[in-house]
């Protein structure tokens, strides 16, 4: 007799893609109605803000050293160029010639020492501690992934048609996105 399935990876994958088309789709600073699942939650308030200048955050003088390398890995991916599936490779020192949502993430993570490789978004979900972090708080759910680092969303799905460089790809900005088909969460203390 086949034993059941107890994986629900695959399955939260197609929803979360199926999700993204919907959320994916809305306006950035768009607010959905309750799913009568998860609940948005708002990251807090940092310590202290970082400052963007140029399309890249400078991090807080009070910020700790591994909050500051995962700004200084992000501001490299900064006008790098969107492509569904790049980045997912090995990391190394050079920064990668187009990135998709959630290589973008854990590239930035990867700064920081908190991943030694690339995640999905689907992965990401599991990734870290539940909740938002104190300086960091990764949202993700099955098709989408970004960010919130010392008050900034650092995100692939932001499109500036004034912005220098690619009309997409990982770009930070003070505006926070806001749906309930995103899970929140955070590295241990930060």
Known sequence: MPSAVTDKTPLRATVGALL??????????????SSGGATFVRP??????????????IAPASAPWRVKR???????????????GAGHGPFSRRVPRAVDCSSAVSYALYGGRFLRSPLSSGLL????RDGPGVWITVYAHGGHA????????FDTSLRDPDAPGPRSGPRWS???????AF??????RY
């Open 125 to 128: 979900m599991d990734w870290g």
């Open 20 to 33: 993204c088309m919907l959320v994916c789709a809305a306006p950035a600073g768009a607010q959905s109605a």
């Open 146 to 153: 970004y960010m919130v680092v010392a008050g900034f969303r």
């Open 183 to 188: 899970v929140a969460r955070h590295p241990a």
């Open 44 to 57: 807090p308030p940092p310590p202290e803000e970082g400052t963007l200048i140029d399309g890249r955050v």
């Open 174 to 180: 003070r505006t926070l996105r806001e749906s309930d």
């Open 70 to 84: 995962v700004i200084r890995a992000a501001n490299r991916l900064v006008e790098t160029r969107y492509r569904y």
